[in-house]
């Protein structure tokens, strides 16, 4: 990431770190670069190696307390005094650079030293061998993790200074994502958040507790809808499984433009990034550190709504002039050796603006919450719910403010209620589950035509999976898009889909000739057959064939929807079967006809046809 510097008259040197990766409304971001109120940009276009988010400019600066200010624009100084709590008990995972294990701000409450069989984690370098991972983790190249833990958590030794953390003794889990130039993967993303949700396997007892993941990237709306790219699929797993998902909006709100005519300084409105399209997920705007109502939403704080309508950000916090944790390192040292520069016991601090300062808060806030109330670990949701529901209105719009400044105060109190006040009443954005709220305002459901309202999530008769579909694997990519549409569609989450894709670590066995038939003739509501020339050679699906016909055979046919992807002949399929020509049908469609077989088989659909 090369860094560009600039100043003016009368105002601070900063040093600025901009990726240089795509553009907007014709604007490069190399144009970007050269303008002093420069803030990241977001990568356009489909994602390879995911920039940094956090990467906004840092003024050389030491002396300001770090979160005194911030620290009390949250009520979070408060609401340690009079709910005595400091975050005690919780751990929350940072998704981020990696956090430098020798910064003396950490030391004081051992914020990193987790309770066993935690261990942090590197997955920026998945050729490390495996005991480097976890010594790895607490290594810190860039700076932006260091800087965001230390707003999480911990104390400076020295008093004086007014440097401590949102809540002072959460522990921290350093998962770490990108590399010594601030880059890093999708797909070791993805395979970081697994790893997660593979530690969490009892959602009501969760070994983690929460997570912040600072990272941008674009959201490849032609690939995926929007909010389910396979990092937000992953983060809504999480939050499902019990983690409470902290993400930033994102720092693309604001450019400035600058050619022969004329400058035009721009607010982007629509300019949400992944993760921060995650439904479930709590997304974060800036706010100024110390007059929020003054200055709204941060210059450079991406707003809503998202691609496809729906509000985000959630609500804002300080992530304007924040000072926190830093690494030192020789300012000549080239990039590539950046290891051998970095102090072995830094205790420098500085400042940086970016939505990933404000995710911090919010996190920090969330452990304060889960200590004082911890009736709430492993219910995110609830969690979510009391944020945006004690939040402070800034009097801007949602698509800038969400529902306003984070109050933790107000957050806590509200947390005393009994659990049931506190969920009485749905809110936008919340419970996606089929058949509950959706993508709509106000928890209105979505205009749909009655065949296709949302089926329920949970499989009829005990069954774990609401719909399975049997492929050809030559028409993988076509199955691979019907799931995405119905999940767009219905809500389902992937573990009620069997698709191969989503359950791999359960389908790589010696015996999965005799496992999958089961799966289909006894653990699905639904079984999706897609049938063709090619669906006769496949041996797997040889295998699938005979337990859908025996299941034909038992009086089962309600429970097989066939499809033909042509007119070739396959053995078993009879003239006086019915099925359905997708020959010139787009997924969408296909998925919706499935919806519509749900609700035929469950009794749902039979008026309004």
Same mark, same amino acid.
């Given at each position: ?189 993805? &395979? ?29 709306? &032609? ?213 509950? &709220? ?172």
């Amino acid at each position: 990431m090369p860094d560009a510097l600039c100043s003016q008259p009368g105002t601070d040197r900063r040093s600025y770190a901009i990726t240089l990766s795509g553009s907007r409304s014709g604007v490069t971001n190399a144009t970007i670069a050269n303008k002093c109120g420069a803030t990241p940009s977001v990568m356009y276009g489909p994602l390879r190696r995911a920039p940094l988010l956090a990467e906004t400019r840092r003024v050389h600066r030491t002396s300001d307390p770090m979160t005194c200010q911030s620290t009390k624009t949250i009520r979070a100084d408060e609401a340690r005094r009079v709910f005595g709590v400091e975050g005690e008990g919780i751990v929350l995972a940072l998704l981020d650079s990696g956090v430098h294990r020798h910064h003396v701000h950490f030391v004081a409450h051992k914020n990193l030293t987790l309770p066993p069989p935690l261990r942090h984690m590197d997955f920026s370098a998945p050729e490390l061998e495996e005991g480097l991972r976890e010594q790895e983790a607490l290594v810190d190249l860039v700076g932006t993790g260091t800087h965001c833990a230390g707003i999480i958590c911990g104390e400076s030794s020295n008093e004086a200074d007014g440097h401590i953390g949102i809540a002072p003794k959460c522990k921290i889990l350093s998962v770490k994502l990108f590399d010594q130039m601030g880059m890093g993967s999708e797909k070791n993303i993805v &395979t970081a958040l697994d790893w997660l949700k593979s530690i969490n396997r009892d959602g009501r007892k969760p070994l983690i507790h929460g997570l912040v993941a600072n990272f941008g990237m674009s959201s490849d709306v &032609t690939a995926y809808p929007c909010g389910l790219s396979p990092v937000c699929e992953a983060i809504n797993d999480l939050v499902r499984s019990g983690l409470v998902a902290v993400v930033p909006a994102g720092n693309g709100g604001y450019i400035e433009t600058d050619d022969k005519v004329s400058r035009l300084k721009l607010s982007l409105f629509g300019s949400i990034s992944d993760p921060g399209n995650a439904e479930l997920a709590i997304t974060v705007g800036s706010t100024h550190r110390t007059f929020p109502h003054d200055y709204g939403a941060s210059y450079f704080s991406s707003r809503g709504p998202t691609i496809d309508g729906r509000l985000k950000p959630d609500l804002l916090a300080p992530g304007e002039k924040i000072s926190s944790c830093w690494i030192e390192r020789q300012s000549s040292a080239p990039k590539k050796d950046r290891r051998k520069h970095v102090k072995s016991a830094p205790a420098s601090y500085s400042r940086i603006d970016g939505t990933s300062s404000a995710a911090a808060h919010v996190a920090g806030a969330v452990a304060l919450l889960l200590s004082a109330r911890p009736e709430f670990v492993g219910r995110p949701l609830e969690v979510k719910r009391l944020l945006i529901e004690t939040a402070t209105d800034l009097g801007r719009v949602p698509w800038a403010q969400g529902r306003g400044l984070i109050d933790v105060v107000r957050l806590i109190t509200k947390a005393q209620e009994p659990l049931q006040a506190a969920t009485s009443t749905p809110l936008p954005g919340l419970e996606r589950r089929a058949g509950e &709220t959706s993508r709509g305002a106000a928890g209105q459901p979505p205009i749909l035509p009655e065949s296709l309202r949302p089926p329920s999530a949970i499989a009829e008769g005990g069954k774990r999976f609401v719909i399975a579909l049997s492929y050809p694997g030559t028409h993988r990519e076509l199955a691979k898009q019907v799931v995405y549409a119905l999940r767009q569609l219905t809500r389902l989450p992937r573990e009620q889909i069997l698709f191969d894709l989503f359950h791999e670590a359960e389908l790589s066995r010696f015996d999965l000739d005799v496992y999958l038939p089961k799966l289909y003739a006894d653990e699905s509501e639904l079984v999706v057959v897609f049938l063709g020339g090619d669906y006769e050679h496949s041996q797997w699906c040889g295998l699938e064939w005979r337990a859908i016909r025996q299941l034909i055979k038992e009086r089962h046919g309600s429970q097989i929807m066939p499809m033909r992807l042509d007119q070739s002949e396959v053995p078993g399929v009879y003239s006086t079967d019915g099925f359905m020509d997708i020959r010139n049908r787009d997924p969408e469609e296909i998925a919706a006809r499935i919806v519509e077989r749900l609700e035929l088989n469950r009794g749902r659909g039979a008026s309004g046809r």
